[in-house]
């Protein structure tokens, strides 16, 4: 049997400083929505998440709450593996950075780098932001705050060691130049053509002022700074450096590293030259999306303009949250989010198009056909149309997820799912049911609308598999294993007996919801 090909995908480690938000949410929800998407096309997928959890930021955060920083990560993490589990996130790996498969190969990438050459010691002296744990030039830190957060960064001048960074300024460069696709959007591309190009400066990778993180293996008084222990995740994660390195051999370089935008330059400038450090390959691609945006501004833990995934989904269920994330927003660039638009996007989408085609082809099949996807045995133009549409979809949807274009996807679904309902218009079965002679036409009526049903069960798979369990539950298809090649065939359920359940997407009062979640949010920020 031939092995299947392999396909590796990451999202960032979560920095566990306090519960995640709808921001962490939407770069997760995507990178499922990948895992499934390859695994239902036949790929051996690994899909890696996990967190973040060393730093002078936590140290701190600790000692406020009275508590040890593994202590506090701990309970952190544990809100994390909870929110992950409700949203039915399909993680085949959680990386914790304070787990000794970590620790040890950090320190085996350090000794490595180390060792070639690239590690040295000196004195550090620079303007530091303790909440981005990120050091900055007079020039960036402009009247002394930080770019990043906006919050003022403080003087420090300290013994570290440090990577050669510089050394890599010409291969990166032939790396962004040479192979296109390493980064994209092309904006995040040319952003980091154009820093590169300014000049790198070696990069501290130690730290002596705090203990909680990884000791250097040389100097047990120092601590591994954030980025070389944080990007390595995605290499320790596979045993690169133990006896079983089996995995690493197996799904390295990684195809897809899906990252917020704000850290592509940790992940398409350091990540790759410490690959290069060690001798390894890099990955194959980086993928920096956008922010969602609330208040005129990006989402954050220490502004408290958050918005919680775990209440939308008590109040509206999984599979629209990750529909709405997916379907509104555009790869790569920012988008805002409103609890309007979010309703919106349920009623219409989910209410309305699809949610409907299934609850009215259903109650059809019962009325006119004993509940039994009867036999098609006429076609006119119209079926025609539908069926190429049908059978052309997955196609289509196929090409927009290779290019990570989620909402183009979905729209491409949703074209199909739109047509449908107009073909029940066209077609008006109430009229072709009151006259015997139009029996064989009002069967294949059915029977099309059926097989629609069933690809689009099938199409939605990777972004709402709750709902697609519910649609098949519905249309007599529970025990059918989900197939993609199955979507570019029409005819294949033949008397299947379908029966209606419940709704699929109730319809909302937006008004009141929108009410509603106005006053949660109001008693969430009184605490």
Request: charged share 30%.
């Amino acid at each position: 049997m031939e092995d299947k090909k392999t396909y590796y995908i990451t999202t960032p480690i979560y920095y566990p400083s306090a519960k995640l938000h709808i921001g962490h949410t939407y770069c997760t929800v995507m990178a499922d929505a990948m895992a499934r998407f390859k695994r239902l096309s036949g790929y051996d997928v690994r899909f890696l998440t996990g967190t973040d959890e060393h730093g002078q930021k936590i140290e701190k955060c600790a000692i406020e709450a009275g508590c040890s920083p593994k202590d506090y990560v701990d309970s952190v993490v544990e809100t994390i593996l909870r929110l992950w589990d409700k949203m039915e996130i399909s993680y085949d790996d959680f990386i914790r950075t304070t787990e000794p498969r970590h620790i040890e190969g950090v320190q085996k990438i350090f000794m490595k780098m180390y060792e070639n050459g690239d590690i040295y010691k000196g004195t550090y002296e620079g303007l530091y932001c303790t909440p981005c744990e990120a050091f900055w030039t007079e020039t960036q830190a402009e009247n002394g705050i930080c770019p990043d957060c906006g919050r003022p960064v403080r003087k420090m001048q300290e013994e570290a060691y440090f990577f050669r960074l510089s050394e890599y300024s010409d291969k990166l460069l032939d790396l962004f130049r040479n192979n296109r696709e390493f980064l994209q959007p092309e904006s995040r591309r040319n952003e980091m053509i154009s820093f590169v190009e300014q000049g790198l400066e070696d990069l501290c990778i130690s730290r002596s002022e705090f203990d909680w993180g990884i000791p250097v293996p040389i100097d047990e008084d120092h601590v591994i700074y954030v980025w070389l222990d944080a990007l390595s995740n995605y290499i320790t994660a596979l045993g690169w450096g133990t006896e079983d390195d089996s995995l690493y051999k197996k799904y390295w370089p990684a195809n897809v590293h899906l990252v917020g935008k704000e850290i592509v330059r940790f992940h398409s400038i350091i990540w790759p030259a410490m690959m290069m450090s060690i001798e390894e390959p890099i990955p194959k691609q980086v993928l920096g999306h956008g922010w969602l945006l609330i208040d005129g501004g990006k989402m954050s833990k220490s502004k408290g303009n958050i918005v919680d995934p775990e209440i939308l989904i008590d109040r509206y269920g999984i599979d629209a949250l990750k529909y709405f994330l997916l379907r509104e927003y555009t790869f790569g660039q920012d988008g805002i989010y409103t609890n309007e638009v979010m309703l919106k996007r349920i009623n219409f989408d989910l209410a309305n198009d699809l949610g409907n085609l299934l609850s009215r082809t259903v109650s059809m099949i019962e009325k006119y056909c004993g509940g039994i996807v009867p036999e098609a045995k006429t076609k006119d133009a119209l079926d025609e149309e539908l069926i190429a549409l049908v059978t052309s979809t997955a196609g289509r949807v196929e090409d927009k997820m290779n290019a990570f274009q989620f909402n183009m996807a979905l729209e491409e679904i949703w074209v199909m799912i739109r047509r449908a309902n107009k073909y029940i218009d066209e077609k008006t079965p109430w009229v072709l049911a009151k006259d015997e002679a139009g029996k064989d036409e009002l069967n294949t009526v059915m029977r099309n609308l059926a097989e629609a049903l069933r690809i689009a069960s099938i199409l939605i798979t990777p972004f709402m598999h709750t709902a697609s369990d519910k649609m098949r539950e519905q249309l007599g298809l529970a025990e059918t294993e989900i197939k993609w090649e199955d979507t570019f065939e029409f005819y294949q359920m033949e008397g299947s007996k379908v029966s209606k359940g419940q709704q699929l997407f109730p319809r909302l009062d937006i008004e009141k919801e929108l009410e509603a979640l106005e006053e949660i949010r109001n008693a969430a920020n009184e605490k």
